[in-house]
DNA sequence: GTCTATATACCGATAGAC
DNA sequence: GTCTATCGGTATATAGAC
Protein backbone atom coordinates (compact mmCIF):
# COMPACT_ATOMS: atom_id res chain seq x y z
CA UNK A 1 0.00 0.00 0.00
CA UNK A 2 1.21 3.54 -0.67
CA UNK A 3 0.93 6.52 1.41
CA UNK A 4 -1.73 7.80 -1.41
CA UNK A 5 -3.35 4.58 -0.51
CA UNK A 6 -3.36 4.92 2.36
CA UNK A 7 -4.31 8.67 3.00
CA UNK A 8 -8.00 7.06 1.53
CA UNK A 9 -8.68 4.79 3.45
CA UNK A 10 -7.66 6.48 6.52
CA UNK A 11 -9.51 9.77 5.73
CA UNK A 12 -12.60 7.76 5.35
CA UNK A 13 -12.13 6.23 8.98
CA UNK A 14 -12.01 9.94 10.21
CA UNK A 15 -15.01 10.89 8.46
CA UNK A 16 -16.58 7.34 10.34
CA UNK A 17 -15.26 8.69 13.56
CA UNK A 18 -17.11 12.10 14.11
CA UNK A 19 -20.55 10.43 13.42
CA UNK A 20 -19.77 7.88 16.03
CA UNK A 21 -18.84 10.48 18.17
CA UNK A 22 -22.27 12.68 17.23
CA UNK A 23 -23.85 9.44 17.80
CA UNK A 24 -22.63 8.93 21.39
CA UNK A 25 -22.64 12.43 22.52
CA UNK A 26 -26.08 12.95 21.27
CA UNK A 27 -27.46 12.90 24.69
CA UNK A 28 -24.92 15.55 26.27
CA UNK A 29 -24.71 17.74 23.26
CA UNK A 30 -27.28 20.49 22.16
CA UNK A 31 -26.91 20.71 18.70
CA UNK A 32 -29.44 17.96 17.19
CA UNK A 33 -28.70 17.77 13.30
CA UNK A 34 -26.03 15.62 12.27
CA UNK A 35 -24.89 17.28 9.54
CA UNK A 36 -24.15 20.94 10.89
CA UNK A 37 -22.50 19.15 14.41
CA UNK A 38 -20.06 16.63 12.58
CA UNK A 39 -18.89 19.54 10.16
CA UNK A 40 -18.66 21.68 13.21
CA UNK A 41 -16.83 19.10 15.29
CA UNK A 42 -14.42 18.13 12.83
CA UNK A 43 -13.77 22.01 12.78
CA UNK A 44 -13.38 22.58 16.10
CA UNK A 45 -11.28 19.78 16.62
CA UNK A 46 -8.97 20.97 13.91
CA UNK A 47 -8.44 24.47 15.23
CA UNK A 48 -8.00 22.85 19.11
CA UNK A 49 -5.46 20.60 17.86
CA UNK A 50 -3.48 23.19 15.64
CA UNK A 51 -3.76 26.27 18.62
CA UNK A 52 -2.38 23.37 21.15
CA UNK A 53 0.28 22.08 18.90
CA UNK A 54 1.85 25.68 18.97
CA UNK A 55 1.70 26.32 23.55
CA UNK A 56 -0.22 23.59 24.94
CA UNK A 57 -4.09 23.07 25.59
CA UNK A 58 -3.80 24.81 28.43
CA UNK A 59 -2.31 27.90 27.11
CA UNK A 60 -5.16 27.89 24.12
CA UNK A 61 -8.34 30.13 25.08
CA UNK A 62 -11.26 29.45 24.03
CA UNK A 63 -11.44 32.90 23.15
CA UNK A 64 -8.56 32.22 20.93
CA UNK A 65 -10.45 28.41 19.55
CA UNK A 66 -13.66 30.69 19.02
CA UNK A 67 -11.32 33.08 16.55
CA UNK A 68 -9.59 30.04 14.88
CA UNK A 69 -12.54 27.75 14.52
CA UNK A 70 -14.83 30.96 13.17
CA UNK A 71 -17.39 29.91 16.04
CA UNK A 72 -18.39 32.23 18.89
CA UNK A 73 -17.68 30.96 22.80
CA UNK A 74 -21.69 30.67 23.44
CA UNK A 75 -21.70 28.33 20.22
CA UNK A 76 -18.56 26.25 21.33
CA UNK A 77 -20.22 25.58 24.38
CA UNK A 78 -22.97 23.80 22.57
CA UNK A 79 -20.62 20.85 21.57
CA UNK A 80 -18.52 20.51 25.10
CA UNK A 81 -19.62 21.29 28.44
CA UNK A 82 -16.17 22.37 29.30
CA UNK A 83 -12.83 22.84 28.24
CA UNK A 84 -11.24 19.27 29.94
CA UNK A 85 -14.17 17.72 28.15
CA UNK A 86 -13.25 18.53 24.90
CA UNK A 87 -9.65 17.54 25.52
CA UNK A 88 -11.12 14.22 26.25
CA UNK A 89 -12.99 14.39 22.93
CA UNK A 90 -10.14 15.04 21.17
CA UNK A 91 -7.88 11.99 22.36
CA UNK A 92 -10.68 9.70 22.11
CA UNK A 93 -11.22 10.37 18.11
CA UNK A 94 -7.43 9.95 17.57
CA UNK A 95 -7.34 6.41 19.69
CA UNK A 96 -10.55 5.42 18.07
CA UNK A 97 -8.55 6.47 14.49
CA UNK A 98 -5.30 4.77 15.30
CA UNK A 99 -6.78 1.38 16.43
CA UNK A 100 -9.38 1.53 13.74
CA UNK A 101 -6.79 2.53 10.63
CA UNK A 102 -3.82 0.40 12.09
CA UNK A 103 -5.78 -3.03 12.89
CA UNK A 104 -6.70 -3.19 8.77
CA UNK A 105 -3.43 -2.44 8.04
CA UNK A 106 -1.42 -5.54 8.55
CA UNK A 107 -2.23 -9.21 7.59
CA UNK A 108 -1.88 -11.76 10.22
CA UNK A 109 -1.24 -14.67 7.16
CA UNK A 110 1.52 -12.97 5.95
CA UNK A 111 5.36 -13.97 7.15
CA UNK A 112 6.91 -12.19 10.32
CA UNK A 113 9.12 -10.48 7.90
CA UNK A 114 6.25 -9.03 5.90
CA UNK A 115 4.30 -8.31 8.84
CA UNK A 116 6.96 -6.37 10.44
CA UNK A 117 7.61 -4.01 7.43
CA UNK A 118 3.63 -3.59 6.79
CA UNK A 119 3.50 -2.73 10.59
CA UNK A 120 6.18 -0.03 11.02
CA UNK A 121 5.28 1.68 7.41
CA UNK A 122 1.50 1.92 8.36
CA UNK A 123 2.42 3.44 11.65
CA UNK A 124 4.85 6.06 10.02
CA UNK A 125 1.83 6.54 7.56
CA UNK A 126 -0.40 6.80 10.60
CA UNK A 127 1.35 9.29 12.08
CA UNK A 128 1.98 11.64 8.76
CA UNK A 129 -1.74 11.90 8.51
CA UNK A 130 -2.76 12.37 11.85
CA UNK A 131 0.93 14.90 12.86
CA UNK A 132 -0.94 16.96 14.79
CA UNK A 133 -3.52 14.24 16.38
CA UNK A 134 -0.68 12.15 17.61
CA UNK A 135 1.76 15.51 18.84
CA UNK A 136 -1.15 16.64 20.27
CA UNK A 137 -1.61 12.93 22.32
CA UNK A 138 2.33 13.07 23.23
CA UNK A 139 1.99 16.23 24.91
CA UNK A 140 -1.22 16.77 26.82
CA UNK A 141 -1.81 13.16 27.99
CA UNK A 142 0.05 14.15 31.35
CA UNK A 143 -3.42 16.86 31.56
CA UNK A 144 -5.73 14.01 31.63
CA UNK A 145 -7.51 12.86 34.78
CA UNK A 146 -6.59 9.66 36.38
CA UNK A 147 -9.20 7.79 34.00
CA UNK A 148 -8.31 9.00 30.39
CA UNK A 149 -4.67 8.65 31.80
CA UNK A 150 -4.72 4.93 32.10
CA UNK A 151 -6.67 5.03 28.69
CA UNK A 152 -4.11 6.49 27.13
CA UNK A 153 -1.62 3.86 28.60
CA UNK A 154 -3.45 1.21 27.23
CA UNK A 155 -3.45 2.72 23.73
CA UNK A 156 0.07 3.37 24.05
CA UNK A 157 0.83 -0.66 25.31
CA UNK A 158 -1.78 -1.86 22.81
CA UNK A 159 0.35 -0.44 20.01
CA UNK A 160 3.40 -1.89 20.85
CA UNK A 161 1.79 -5.32 21.37
CA UNK A 162 1.06 -5.25 17.59
CA UNK A 163 4.98 -5.40 17.78
CA UNK A 164 5.51 -7.42 20.69
CA UNK A 165 3.22 -10.37 18.89
CA UNK A 166 4.94 -10.06 15.56
CA UNK A 167 8.51 -10.66 17.24
CA UNK A 168 6.98 -13.33 18.84
CA UNK A 169 5.93 -15.26 15.71
CA UNK A 170 8.78 -14.32 13.93
CA UNK A 171 10.80 -15.84 17.32
CA UNK A 172 9.08 -18.98 17.16
CA UNK A 173 9.43 -19.96 12.95
CA UNK A 174 13.37 -19.05 13.74
CA UNK A 175 13.45 -16.28 11.40
CA UNK A 176 14.23 -13.19 14.25
CA UNK A 177 16.80 -13.22 16.68
CA UNK A 178 15.44 -11.49 19.41
CA UNK A 179 16.80 -11.14 22.69
CA UNK A 180 13.54 -9.51 24.22
CA UNK A 181 10.61 -8.81 22.15
CA UNK A 182 8.73 -6.42 24.22
CA UNK A 183 11.91 -4.05 25.00
CA UNK A 184 12.56 -4.26 21.19
CA UNK A 185 8.74 -3.66 20.14
CA UNK A 186 9.56 -0.52 22.71
CA UNK A 187 12.58 0.97 21.12
CA UNK A 188 10.77 0.24 17.81
CA UNK A 189 7.81 2.06 18.40
CA UNK A 190 10.36 5.56 20.23
CA UNK A 191 11.68 4.88 16.51
CA UNK A 192 8.70 5.66 14.90
CA UNK A 193 7.05 8.00 17.40
CA UNK A 194 10.49 10.24 16.60
CA UNK A 195 9.05 11.16 13.22
CA UNK A 196 6.29 13.02 14.92
CA UNK A 197 7.89 14.54 17.83
CA UNK A 198 10.89 15.59 15.75
CA UNK A 199 9.12 16.40 12.84
CA UNK A 200 11.43 19.55 12.23
CA UNK A 201 14.82 17.36 12.04
CA UNK A 202 13.62 15.38 9.06
CA UNK A 203 11.82 18.21 7.65
CA UNK A 204 15.33 20.47 7.58
CA UNK A 205 16.86 17.51 6.34
CA UNK A 206 14.28 16.94 3.35
CA UNK A 207 13.61 13.33 4.59
CA UNK A 208 10.38 11.94 3.66
CA UNK A 209 7.99 9.42 4.99
CA UNK A 210 8.63 6.59 3.16
CA UNK A 211 12.31 7.44 3.09
CA UNK A 212 12.23 7.35 7.15
CA UNK A 213 10.44 4.38 6.67
CA UNK A 214 12.78 2.18 4.56
CA UNK A 215 15.57 3.10 6.63
CA UNK A 216 13.79 1.92 10.01
CA UNK A 217 12.65 -1.01 8.40
CA UNK A 218 16.35 -1.62 7.44
CA UNK A 219 17.58 -0.34 10.89
CA UNK A 220 15.41 -3.04 12.80
CA UNK A 221 16.03 -5.88 10.38
CA UNK A 222 19.50 -5.95 10.42
CA UNK A 223 19.19 -6.14 14.41
CA UNK A 224 17.09 -8.68 14.58
CA UNK A 225 17.92 -10.76 11.69
CA UNK A 226 20.51 -12.10 13.09
CA UNK A 227 24.14 -11.81 11.92
CA UNK A 228 24.97 -15.29 11.82
CA UNK A 229 22.15 -17.22 9.82
CA UNK A 230 21.80 -20.20 10.79
CA UNK A 231 20.62 -22.25 7.63
CA UNK A 232 20.12 -25.76 9.06
CA UNK A 233 17.15 -24.09 11.08
CA UNK A 234 13.41 -24.93 9.49
CA UNK A 235 10.49 -22.68 8.72
CA UNK A 236 13.02 -20.08 8.11
CA UNK A 237 10.90 -18.30 5.08
CA UNK A 238 12.61 -14.83 5.00
CA UNK B 1 32.39 4.19 34.73
CA UNK B 2 29.60 3.12 37.31
CA UNK B 3 25.56 4.39 37.74
CA UNK B 4 26.82 5.70 41.26
CA UNK B 5 30.36 7.49 39.93
CA UNK B 6 28.09 8.95 37.37
CA UNK B 7 25.85 10.41 39.39
CA UNK B 8 28.88 12.25 41.91
CA UNK B 9 30.51 13.78 38.91
CA UNK B 10 27.11 15.57 37.55
CA UNK B 11 26.57 16.53 40.80
CA UNK B 12 29.54 18.37 41.20
CA UNK B 13 28.97 19.77 37.65
CA UNK B 14 25.51 21.25 38.83
CA UNK B 15 26.97 23.13 41.55
CA UNK B 16 29.03 24.45 39.06
CA UNK B 17 26.41 25.51 36.80
CA UNK B 18 24.67 27.37 39.92
CA UNK B 19 27.61 29.48 40.11
CA UNK B 20 27.95 30.48 36.47
CA UNK B 21 24.11 31.16 36.07
CA UNK B 22 24.24 33.43 38.96
CA UNK B 23 27.75 35.20 37.89
CA UNK B 24 25.73 35.90 34.49
CA UNK B 25 22.69 36.66 36.04
CA UNK B 26 24.26 39.42 38.53
CA UNK B 27 23.52 42.54 36.79
CA UNK B 28 19.35 41.62 36.21
CA UNK B 29 19.29 39.45 39.65
CA UNK B 30 18.57 41.72 42.53
CA UNK B 31 19.83 39.11 45.35
CA UNK B 32 23.72 40.17 45.87
CA UNK B 33 25.05 37.53 48.14
CA UNK B 34 26.38 34.53 46.10
CA UNK B 35 25.24 31.59 48.83
CA UNK B 36 21.35 32.84 49.14
CA UNK B 37 21.39 33.32 45.59
CA UNK B 38 23.00 30.13 44.93
CA UNK B 39 20.80 28.37 47.46
CA UNK B 40 17.16 29.90 46.67
CA UNK B 41 17.56 29.65 42.66
CA UNK B 42 18.74 25.79 42.48
CA UNK B 43 15.31 25.58 44.98
CA UNK B 44 12.95 27.61 42.84
CA UNK B 45 14.47 25.82 39.65
CA UNK B 46 13.62 22.04 41.33
CA UNK B 47 10.28 22.93 42.50
CA UNK B 48 9.58 24.60 38.95
CA UNK B 49 10.76 21.30 37.45
CA UNK B 50 8.88 19.35 39.92
CA UNK B 51 5.28 21.23 39.11
CA UNK B 52 5.76 22.01 35.42
CA UNK B 53 6.11 18.00 34.89
CA UNK B 54 2.89 17.66 36.60
CA UNK B 55 0.48 20.05 34.36
CA UNK B 56 3.27 21.50 32.19
CA UNK B 57 4.76 24.68 33.01
CA UNK B 58 2.19 27.43 31.40
CA UNK B 59 -0.28 25.52 33.70
CA UNK B 60 2.10 26.37 37.40
CA UNK B 61 1.25 28.95 38.48
CA UNK B 62 3.73 31.68 40.20
CA UNK B 63 1.55 30.50 43.49
CA UNK B 64 1.87 27.56 43.73
CA UNK B 65 5.17 27.69 42.69
CA UNK B 66 5.34 30.59 45.72
CA UNK B 67 4.03 27.69 47.91
CA UNK B 68 6.23 25.00 47.21
CA UNK B 69 9.19 26.44 46.88
CA UNK B 70 8.85 27.71 50.22
CA UNK B 71 9.58 32.01 49.07
CA UNK B 72 6.48 34.77 48.67
CA UNK B 73 5.79 35.93 44.70
CA UNK B 74 7.42 38.79 45.65
CA UNK B 75 10.60 36.61 46.35
CA UNK B 76 10.28 35.17 43.08
CA UNK B 77 10.60 38.03 41.27
CA UNK B 78 14.05 38.86 42.74
CA UNK B 79 15.37 35.91 40.71
CA UNK B 80 13.56 36.56 37.56
CA UNK B 81 11.54 39.29 35.42
CA UNK B 82 9.04 37.28 34.28
CA UNK B 83 7.56 33.85 34.05
CA UNK B 84 9.22 33.71 30.60
CA UNK B 85 13.01 34.24 31.63
CA UNK B 86 12.15 31.23 34.29
CA UNK B 87 11.38 29.28 31.78
CA UNK B 88 14.11 30.41 29.81
CA UNK B 89 16.71 30.04 32.93
CA UNK B 90 15.57 26.26 33.31
CA UNK B 91 16.38 25.19 30.11
CA UNK B 92 19.95 27.15 30.37
CA UNK B 93 20.85 25.23 33.09
CA UNK B 94 19.76 22.24 31.66
CA UNK B 95 21.36 22.42 28.29
CA UNK B 96 25.06 23.51 30.14
CA UNK B 97 24.68 20.59 32.42
CA UNK B 98 24.33 18.15 29.69
CA UNK B 99 27.30 19.32 27.53
CA UNK B 100 29.52 19.75 30.11
CA UNK B 101 28.85 15.75 31.61
CA UNK B 102 28.69 14.22 28.22
CA UNK B 103 31.94 15.92 26.78
CA UNK B 104 33.81 14.44 29.92
CA UNK B 105 32.23 10.69 29.30
CA UNK B 106 33.85 9.81 25.99
CA UNK B 107 37.35 9.13 25.37
CA UNK B 108 37.88 10.12 21.39
CA UNK B 109 41.45 7.69 22.08
CA UNK B 110 39.16 4.37 22.35
CA UNK B 111 37.53 2.06 19.64
CA UNK B 112 34.43 3.32 18.02
CA UNK B 113 32.32 0.41 19.83
CA UNK B 114 33.68 1.53 23.04
CA UNK B 115 32.81 4.98 22.18
CA UNK B 116 29.77 4.20 21.18
CA UNK B 117 28.69 2.05 24.10
CA UNK B 118 30.41 4.86 26.36
CA UNK B 119 28.50 7.58 24.99
CA UNK B 120 24.72 5.45 25.24
CA UNK B 121 25.46 4.36 28.60
CA UNK B 122 26.58 8.17 29.63
CA UNK B 123 23.16 9.48 27.47
CA UNK B 124 20.72 7.18 29.83
CA UNK B 125 22.66 8.18 32.82
CA UNK B 126 22.33 11.35 32.09
CA UNK B 127 18.54 11.24 31.82
CA UNK B 128 18.11 9.53 34.69
CA UNK B 129 19.81 11.99 37.10
CA UNK B 130 18.52 14.73 35.22
CA UNK B 131 14.67 13.46 34.66
CA UNK B 132 12.82 16.03 35.38
CA UNK B 133 14.68 18.44 33.72
CA UNK B 134 14.89 16.36 30.36
CA UNK B 135 10.92 15.83 30.66
CA UNK B 136 10.58 19.27 31.33
CA UNK B 137 12.58 20.14 28.24
CA UNK B 138 11.01 17.74 26.08
CA UNK B 139 7.45 19.20 26.97
CA UNK B 140 8.86 22.84 26.90
CA UNK B 141 10.89 23.49 23.59
CA UNK B 142 7.70 24.61 21.74
CA UNK B 143 6.74 27.19 24.48
CA UNK B 144 10.08 28.89 23.84
CA UNK B 145 10.75 32.11 22.08
CA UNK B 146 12.22 31.75 18.56
CA UNK B 147 15.64 32.50 19.64
CA UNK B 148 15.43 30.31 22.32
CA UNK B 149 13.91 27.81 20.69
CA UNK B 150 16.69 27.90 18.48
CA UNK B 151 19.33 26.83 20.92
CA UNK B 152 17.50 23.83 21.44
CA UNK B 153 17.63 22.88 18.15
CA UNK B 154 21.16 23.40 18.41
CA UNK B 155 21.76 21.43 21.71
CA UNK B 156 19.40 18.51 20.15
CA UNK B 157 22.07 18.47 16.83
CA UNK B 158 24.65 19.03 18.79
CA UNK B 159 24.46 15.89 20.99
CA UNK B 160 23.11 13.90 17.83
CA UNK B 161 26.57 15.10 16.10
CA UNK B 162 28.76 13.15 19.13
CA UNK B 163 26.82 9.40 17.76
CA UNK B 164 27.26 10.86 14.21
CA UNK B 165 30.86 11.40 14.76
CA UNK B 166 31.64 7.98 16.38
CA UNK B 167 29.08 5.83 13.68
CA UNK B 168 31.29 8.02 10.94
CA UNK B 169 34.55 6.95 12.66
CA UNK B 170 33.49 3.64 12.85
CA UNK B 171 32.94 3.51 9.21
CA UNK B 172 36.33 4.59 7.80
CA UNK B 173 37.37 1.91 10.28
CA UNK B 174 35.05 -0.40 8.45
CA UNK B 175 33.91 -1.76 11.62
CA UNK B 176 30.40 -0.47 11.22
CA UNK B 177 27.82 -1.22 8.55
CA UNK B 178 26.18 1.44 8.57
CA UNK B 179 24.49 3.25 5.51
CA UNK B 180 23.51 6.78 6.29
CA UNK B 181 25.30 7.86 9.86
CA UNK B 182 23.00 10.75 10.54
CA UNK B 183 20.00 8.99 10.19
CA UNK B 184 21.28 6.26 12.83
CA UNK B 185 22.31 8.78 15.38
CA UNK B 186 18.94 10.31 15.34
CA UNK B 187 16.75 6.84 15.69
CA UNK B 188 19.74 6.07 18.34
CA UNK B 189 18.65 9.14 20.03
CA UNK B 190 15.33 7.94 19.94
CA UNK B 191 15.75 5.11 21.69
CA UNK B 192 17.56 7.15 24.42
CA UNK B 193 14.67 9.75 24.87
CA UNK B 194 12.40 7.00 24.94
CA UNK B 195 13.61 5.75 28.77
CA UNK B 196 12.96 9.44 29.69
CA UNK B 197 9.17 10.18 27.88
CA UNK B 198 8.00 6.70 28.73
CA UNK B 199 9.71 6.12 32.27
CA UNK B 200 6.03 5.04 33.67
CA UNK B 201 6.20 2.02 31.16
CA UNK B 202 9.81 0.74 31.99
CA UNK B 203 9.11 1.48 35.81
CA UNK B 204 5.58 -0.54 35.52
CA UNK B 205 8.51 -3.24 34.05
CA UNK B 206 10.93 -2.93 36.78
CA UNK B 207 13.85 -2.15 34.30
CA UNK B 208 16.75 -0.96 35.32
CA UNK B 209 18.87 2.22 33.59
CA UNK B 210 21.34 -0.25 33.44
CA UNK B 211 19.19 -3.06 31.78
CA UNK B 212 17.82 -0.78 29.60
CA UNK B 213 21.73 0.82 28.32
CA UNK B 214 22.67 -2.81 27.65
CA UNK B 215 19.59 -3.73 25.79
CA UNK B 216 19.82 -0.94 23.49
CA UNK B 217 23.53 -1.35 23.20
CA UNK B 218 23.03 -4.48 22.22
CA UNK B 219 20.29 -3.85 19.31
CA UNK B 220 22.14 -0.96 17.88
CA UNK B 221 25.51 -3.34 17.98
CA UNK B 222 23.70 -6.05 15.65
CA UNK B 223 22.24 -3.15 13.97
CA UNK B 224 25.47 -2.05 12.91
CA UNK B 225 28.18 -4.61 13.51
CA UNK B 226 26.98 -6.43 9.96
CA UNK B 227 25.95 -9.40 9.57
CA UNK B 228 28.42 -10.37 7.40
CA UNK B 229 31.58 -9.39 9.25
CA UNK B 230 34.05 -9.29 6.12
CA UNK B 231 37.20 -11.03 8.10
CA UNK B 232 39.77 -9.31 5.09
CA UNK B 233 39.37 -5.68 5.88
CA UNK B 234 42.01 -4.02 8.03
CA UNK B 235 41.55 -1.94 11.27
CA UNK B 236 39.39 -4.26 12.33
CA UNK B 237 39.48 -3.90 16.23
CA UNK B 238 36.69 -5.29 17.11
C1' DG C 1 15.85 40.31 51.08
C1' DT C 2 11.44 38.99 51.98
C1' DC C 3 6.93 39.91 52.96
C1' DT C 4 1.67 41.28 52.14
C1' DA C 5 -1.55 43.71 49.49
C1' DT C 6 -3.12 45.04 45.30
C1' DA C 7 -3.39 46.63 40.14
C1' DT C 8 -4.75 44.99 35.85
C1' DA C 9 -5.88 41.65 32.53
C1' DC C 10 -7.66 37.58 30.95
C1' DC C 11 -9.56 33.11 31.92
C1' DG C 12 -13.63 29.56 31.58
C1' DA C 13 -18.31 29.46 31.72
C1' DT C 14 -23.22 31.11 31.31
C1' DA C 15 -27.56 33.88 30.58
C1' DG C 16 -30.53 35.65 27.54
C1' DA C 17 -31.49 38.11 22.97
C1' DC C 18 -32.33 36.87 18.32
C1' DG D 1 -28.22 27.20 16.64
C1' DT D 2 -25.57 31.14 17.22
C1' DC D 3 -24.68 35.39 18.98
C1' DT D 4 -23.09 39.24 22.56
C1' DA D 5 -22.48 40.69 27.20
C1' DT D 6 -21.05 39.67 31.50
C1' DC D 7 -20.13 36.92 35.87
C1' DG D 8 -16.76 35.40 39.36
C1' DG D 9 -12.29 33.72 39.75
C1' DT D 10 -7.46 33.62 39.13
C1' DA D 11 -3.32 34.80 36.55
C1' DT D 12 1.11 37.64 36.29
C1' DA D 13 3.42 41.28 37.95
C1' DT D 14 4.44 45.19 41.13
C1' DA D 15 4.44 48.65 45.06
C1' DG D 16 5.63 49.57 49.41
C1' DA D 17 6.01 48.02 54.47
C1' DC D 18 9.38 45.92 57.37
Redesign the interface.
Given at each position: MTFDEFKQVATLSMEEICHEIFAEKQASIKIKKEAVAVKNLANIFHAALTLS????F??MSLRALSRTSGLSMGALYSYFTSKEELLEMIQNQGRRLTRKVLSRQIDPQSTPGAMLRDAIRAHLYLTEIMQKWFYFSY?ET??LDKNQQKKS?ES??ATEQVFVDILEQGLRQHVF?V??P???A??I???L??WDV?R???AR?Q?SVDD?AD??I???E????????EPDLPNKSI
Open positions: NERGQSMKNMELHTDVLSSVKAMQDKWKYRIYFVGFVSAILGRNP
